[in-house]
Protein backbone atom coordinates (compact mmCIF):
# COMPACT_ATOMS: atom_id res chain seq x y z
CA UNK A 1 0.00 0.00 0.00
CA UNK A 2 2.54 2.64 0.85
CA UNK A 3 4.92 1.86 -2.37
CA UNK A 4 2.03 2.08 -4.47
CA UNK A 5 1.15 5.38 -2.64
CA UNK A 6 5.21 6.25 -3.31
CA UNK A 7 4.71 5.31 -7.08
CA UNK A 8 1.72 7.48 -7.25
CA UNK A 9 3.87 10.61 -5.85
CA UNK A 10 6.90 9.95 -8.42
CA UNK A 11 4.18 9.55 -11.25
CA UNK A 12 2.86 12.93 -10.22
CA UNK A 13 5.62 14.73 -9.35
CA UNK A 14 7.40 13.59 -12.80
CA UNK A 15 4.49 15.07 -14.35
CA UNK A 16 4.00 18.40 -13.19
CA UNK A 17 7.73 18.78 -14.05
CA UNK A 18 7.42 17.55 -17.67
CA UNK A 19 4.93 20.42 -18.55
CA UNK A 20 7.10 23.19 -16.44
CA UNK A 21 9.90 22.71 -18.42
CA UNK A 22 7.63 21.86 -22.01
CA UNK A 23 6.14 25.66 -20.87
CA UNK A 24 9.61 27.21 -20.38
CA UNK A 25 11.42 25.29 -23.45
CA UNK A 26 7.64 26.76 -25.27
CA UNK A 27 9.43 30.33 -24.12
CA UNK A 28 12.82 29.99 -24.80
CA UNK A 29 12.67 29.45 -28.56
CA UNK A 30 11.34 31.85 -31.25
CA UNK A 31 10.10 30.07 -35.10
CA UNK A 32 12.79 30.54 -37.27
CA UNK A 33 11.37 30.77 -41.15
CA UNK A 34 13.70 29.86 -44.36
CA UNK A 35 13.87 33.39 -45.51
CA UNK A 36 15.39 34.36 -42.17
CA UNK A 37 18.22 31.21 -42.39
CA UNK A 38 18.52 32.83 -45.97
CA UNK A 39 19.50 36.23 -44.89
CA UNK A 40 22.11 34.43 -42.48
CA UNK A 41 23.87 32.77 -45.01
CA UNK A 42 24.11 36.12 -46.93
CA UNK A 43 25.33 37.91 -43.82
CA UNK A 44 28.01 35.69 -42.37
CA UNK A 45 30.94 35.37 -44.23
CA UNK A 46 32.00 32.46 -47.45
CA UNK A 47 34.33 30.89 -45.12
CA UNK A 48 31.86 30.48 -42.27
CA UNK A 49 29.29 29.10 -44.80
CA UNK A 50 31.35 26.38 -45.62
CA UNK A 51 30.59 23.96 -42.97
CA UNK A 52 26.54 24.46 -44.05
CA UNK A 53 26.86 23.48 -47.51
CA UNK A 54 27.39 19.99 -48.65
CA UNK A 55 31.35 19.58 -49.66
CA UNK A 56 32.23 20.56 -53.25
CA UNK A 57 32.62 16.84 -55.76
CA UNK A 58 35.68 18.18 -56.52
CA UNK A 59 37.50 18.64 -53.39
CA UNK A 60 36.04 14.99 -51.91
CA UNK A 61 37.35 13.74 -55.12
CA UNK A 62 41.02 15.26 -54.20
CA UNK A 63 40.78 13.85 -51.15
CA UNK A 64 40.01 10.43 -51.85
CA UNK A 65 43.31 10.43 -54.55
CA UNK A 66 45.56 11.30 -52.26
CA UNK A 67 47.60 8.67 -50.86
CA UNK A 68 48.48 7.33 -47.62
CA UNK A 69 52.09 7.90 -48.98
CA UNK A 70 51.51 11.74 -50.16
CA UNK A 71 49.98 11.91 -46.52
CA UNK A 72 52.94 11.15 -44.95
CA UNK A 73 55.45 12.79 -47.62
CA UNK A 74 53.36 15.94 -46.80
CA UNK A 75 53.65 15.69 -42.55
CA UNK A 76 56.76 18.44 -41.33
CA UNK A 77 59.31 15.45 -40.00
CA UNK A 78 59.21 13.68 -43.26
CA UNK A 79 62.57 15.43 -44.74
CA UNK A 80 64.43 14.45 -42.22
CA UNK A 81 63.75 10.96 -42.34
CA UNK A 82 67.69 9.79 -42.60
CA UNK A 83 68.97 12.64 -40.04
CA UNK A 84 66.70 10.90 -38.04
CA UNK A 85 67.58 7.87 -38.68
CA UNK A 86 71.27 8.51 -38.31
CA UNK A 87 70.99 10.57 -35.23
CA UNK A 88 68.80 7.46 -33.63
CA UNK A 89 72.13 4.98 -34.67
CA UNK A 90 74.62 7.49 -33.05
CA UNK A 91 72.58 8.65 -29.86
CA UNK A 92 71.94 6.34 -26.99
CA UNK A 93 69.25 9.32 -26.06
CA UNK A 94 67.65 11.31 -28.24
CA UNK A 95 65.09 13.74 -27.28
CA UNK A 96 62.86 14.62 -30.44
CA UNK A 97 60.60 18.02 -29.99
CA UNK A 98 57.89 18.67 -32.89
CA UNK A 99 54.42 20.65 -33.12
CA UNK A 100 51.47 18.45 -33.01
CA UNK A 101 50.59 16.73 -35.80
CA UNK A 102 54.43 16.64 -36.91
CA UNK A 103 54.38 12.57 -37.22
CA UNK A 104 56.67 12.30 -34.43
CA UNK A 105 54.91 9.12 -32.83
CA UNK A 106 53.52 7.76 -36.46
CA UNK A 107 56.44 8.28 -38.60
CA UNK A 108 59.40 7.94 -36.20
CA UNK A 109 58.17 4.75 -35.45
CA UNK A 110 57.63 3.60 -38.96
CA UNK A 111 61.36 4.59 -40.43
CA UNK A 112 62.45 2.47 -37.26
CA UNK A 113 60.28 -0.28 -38.45
CA UNK A 114 61.45 0.42 -42.05
CA UNK A 115 65.47 0.95 -41.23
CA UNK A 116 65.55 -2.68 -39.71
CA UNK A 117 64.96 -2.11 -36.33
CA UNK A 118 63.20 -4.99 -35.44
CA UNK A 119 64.64 -7.29 -37.50
CA UNK A 120 65.64 -10.04 -35.23
CA UNK A 121 62.41 -10.68 -33.47
CA UNK A 122 62.45 -7.23 -31.68
CA UNK A 123 59.70 -5.01 -31.31
CA UNK A 124 59.52 -1.21 -30.56
CA UNK A 125 57.30 0.43 -27.65
CA UNK A 126 55.80 3.77 -28.03
CA UNK A 127 54.16 5.14 -24.90
CA UNK A 128 50.98 7.47 -25.10
CA UNK A 129 49.22 8.91 -22.30
CA UNK A 130 45.98 7.94 -22.55
CA UNK A 131 44.46 4.48 -23.49
CA UNK A 132 42.47 6.37 -26.58
CA UNK A 133 45.35 7.80 -27.90
CA UNK A 134 47.19 3.95 -27.90
CA UNK A 135 44.29 2.54 -29.94
CA UNK A 136 43.65 5.42 -32.00
CA UNK A 137 47.78 5.60 -32.79
CA UNK A 138 48.00 1.82 -33.67
CA UNK A 139 44.98 2.01 -36.12
CA UNK A 140 46.10 5.21 -37.80
CA UNK A 141 49.46 3.34 -37.76
CA UNK A 142 48.46 -0.15 -39.36
CA UNK A 143 46.05 1.71 -41.63
CA UNK A 144 49.17 3.60 -43.01
CA UNK A 145 51.61 0.24 -43.43
CA UNK A 146 48.32 -1.58 -44.44
CA UNK A 147 48.23 -4.10 -42.30
CA UNK A 148 45.38 -5.75 -40.00
CA UNK A 149 45.62 -3.71 -36.26
CA UNK A 150 47.03 -6.09 -33.92
CA UNK A 151 49.71 -8.39 -36.46
CA UNK A 152 52.49 -5.92 -37.77
CA UNK A 153 51.00 -3.04 -35.59
CA UNK A 154 49.28 -3.43 -32.00
CA UNK A 155 48.12 -2.16 -29.05
CA UNK A 156 48.50 -2.63 -25.33
CA UNK A 157 46.67 -1.57 -23.02
CA UNK A 158 45.18 -2.28 -19.50
CA UNK A 159 42.42 -4.71 -20.08
CA UNK A 160 42.95 -4.91 -23.83
CA UNK A 161 46.17 -6.79 -25.42
CA UNK A 162 46.03 -5.89 -29.38
CA UNK A 163 49.12 -7.62 -30.07
CA UNK A 164 50.59 -11.03 -31.65
CA UNK A 165 53.88 -13.06 -31.59
CA UNK A 166 54.85 -10.83 -35.10
CA UNK A 167 53.71 -7.66 -33.78
CA UNK A 168 56.55 -5.21 -34.30
CA UNK A 169 54.91 -1.80 -33.10
CA UNK A 170 53.29 -1.72 -30.02
CA UNK A 171 51.38 1.50 -28.80
CA UNK A 172 51.12 1.49 -25.04
CA UNK A 173 49.68 3.36 -22.05
CA UNK A 174 52.94 4.49 -19.77
CA UNK A 175 51.21 1.96 -16.96
CA UNK A 176 51.27 -0.83 -19.10
CA UNK A 177 54.80 0.24 -19.87
CA UNK A 178 55.94 -0.07 -16.09
CA UNK A 179 53.89 -3.36 -16.33
CA UNK A 180 55.91 -4.39 -18.77
CA UNK A 181 59.36 -3.35 -16.47
CA UNK A 182 57.86 -5.73 -14.38
CA UNK A 183 57.49 -8.81 -16.47
CA UNK A 184 60.75 -8.09 -18.03
CA UNK A 185 63.29 -6.28 -16.16
CA UNK A 186 65.59 -5.64 -19.05
CA UNK A 187 63.29 -5.05 -22.14
CA UNK A 188 65.31 -7.90 -23.95
CA UNK A 189 62.10 -8.01 -26.76
CA UNK A 190 62.14 -4.63 -27.26
Do not use: W
Not at 71 to 94: H, K, T, V
Not at 98 to 103: A, C, F, I, R, V
Request: proline share 3%; net charge negative; aromatic share 6%.
Amino acid sequence: DADVHEALQIQHAMMGRAKKEKAVRGEEYELVLEDQVEYVKDVMSSAEVNYLEPPDAESVKERERRTMAEERASLPIYPYREQLLQAIADEQILIIVGETGSGKTTQIMQYLIEAGYCEGGGKIACTQPRRVAAMSVAKRVADEVGCKLGHDIGYKIRFEDSTSDKTKLVYMTDGMMLREFLGEPDMASY
